[in-house]
């Protein structure tokens, strides 16, 4: 299905029939296409790249698609390779085994740092971390794949040795 151009997001690069590679969902997403370009709330003189997911109702492009500024991608396949980690980690330690529990790591970011906590609000954390590595499990050669390919990326850009 052919991404949109006429849009306020104004795509450059794009991914389409990514309905068929939407990880577990493939096949039966509404995510059809991923898209780079011009973001929708650009100024005149103030113009920003994002990355956007476009969604489709099967009649029309939804509303619901999203629209997201290339630090905030980067930001989110941190955060997943942080919670990967934690997860392995988990295997060999307990909770009590962490100094910080429940904060897990503080990555530097722009002079300030991202943090990484365990939800301790959550009132069904339990059985939610449960649910949550359950599914790291299940989607294991999903997300592997797409990290060794991230990985090889950095690599070639000189960012990982």
């Known amino acids: 299905m052919k991404i949109p151009a006429d849009l ?3 795509p450059v690069i794009v991914s389409e029939d990514y309905d068929k590679i939407d990880g577990r969902k493939s096949g039966d997403t509404d995510a059809m296409g991923l898209s780079l370009g ?3 709330w ?3 003189g103030n113009v920003d790249i994002s990355a956007k997911i476009w969604r489709h109702t099967g009649e029309k492009w939804s509303r ?3 629209e997201l500024p290339f630090h905030r991608v980067l930001d989110l396949a941190i955060m997943i390779g942080r919670a990967k980690l934690f997860f ?9 085994d962490y100094p910080g529990y429940p904060h897990l790591d503080r990555i530097g970011l722009q ?3 991202m943090n990484f906590s365990i939800c301790t609000d959550n009132d069904k954390l339990e059985d939610d971390i449960k649910l949550f590595d359950d599914c790291l499990h299940k989607d294991d050669e999903i997300l592997s794949e797409r990290m060794q ?3 090889g990326i950095l ?7």
């Not at 392995?88 to 009590?96: G, V």
């Open 8 to 10: 306020k997001h104004k």
């Open 38 to 40: 011009l973001a929708q």
């Open 42 to 44: 650009n100024d005149r």
């Open 64 to 66: 619901q698609s999203e």
């Open 88 to 96: 392995q980690e988990r295997y060999h330690m307990n909770e009590k």
């Open 111 to 113: 002079g300030g740092a």
């Open 149 to 151: 390919v991230l990985g």
């Open 155 to 161: 690599k070639e850009l000189g960012m990982v040795r």
